[in-house]
């Protein structure tokens, strides 16, 4: 998902940007409005992975933006790449949970999916939490290590976190749909750690030799 965070060159928008948390803002927001319009007319078996969908883009789209910097800049482009890929997201999701015909009771794996969403949230939110907080104490250009929580054991604890998230969601929401998106999000936030973890060990002195890339003692 976070594919929209590279620069994007070409085309009409070439060079054109805009404020970031205005941006953002743009871009998240219809995972979190286009389920919102449906809500009246899913099944009561789908209403908790649908809450659950529309919590994580909620914090993306009205907190996560204003712990950004106000002066941060980003491509119009990228915003509206992200706005189309997060309104057919948010489509695809409540698309498939209005065919859901789970029993009404709730089971031990939906549980769990629950429980491994929320972890995986809290994993998330914390390492962005970390890593600005590194970003205040950075002096010039040079990236500083990550020392906090999962941090220690991956260099994109952040991505790690989202991964853990949607395999948290695909248990409770059971559908083709939360199927492609997990490993939408396992294949290319993984990638995209892949290339971080490259860079950190290339361009910071000590860093950790023995931390993975994204998934604890795996990747």
């Known amino acids: 998902k976070q594919w ?4 994007v060159r070409g085309g009409v928008f070439c060079g054109a940007k805009m404020n970031a948390r205005l941006g953002w803002m743009i871009q998240e927001c219809p995972a979190f409005f286009v389920p919102l319009l449906y809500a009246n007319l899913l099944p009561s078996t789908s209403l908790i992975p649908m809450a659950m969908f529309m919590v994580h883009y909620f914090n993306r ?3 996560f933006p204003f712990l950004m910097k106000h002066d941060l800049q980003t491509p119009v482009e990228t915003v509206i790449s992200a706005f189309i890929f997060c309104s057919f997201n948010g489509w695809l999701q409540v698309t498939f949970l209005l065919q859901n015909v789970h029993n009404a009771s709730f089971s031990l794996v939906q549980i769990a999916g629950l429980l491994i969403f929320v972890c995986g949230m809290t994993i998330n939110i914390s390492a962005d939490s970390h890593l600005r907080e590194l970003a205040v104490q950075r002096v010039g250009k040079q990236y500083l290590t990550p020392t906090k929580g999962f941090f ?5 604890a952040n991505y790690f976190g989202e991964i853990v998230e949607w395999f948290g969601f695909l248990l409770v929401a059971q559908t ?4 492609w998106f997990a490993f939408f999000t396992l294949l290319f936030l993984g990638q995209r750690g892949c290339q971080a973890h490259k860079y950190y060990l290339s361009k910071i002195d000590g860093y950790p030799r023995n931390r993975r890339a994204v998934i604890p003692f795996l990747i």
């Open 4 to 7: 929209y965070q590279r620069r």
């Open 61 to 63: 789209s009205f907190i």
């Open 152 to 156: 220690r054991l991956v260099s994109a």
């Open 176 to 179: 083709k749909a939360a199927l």
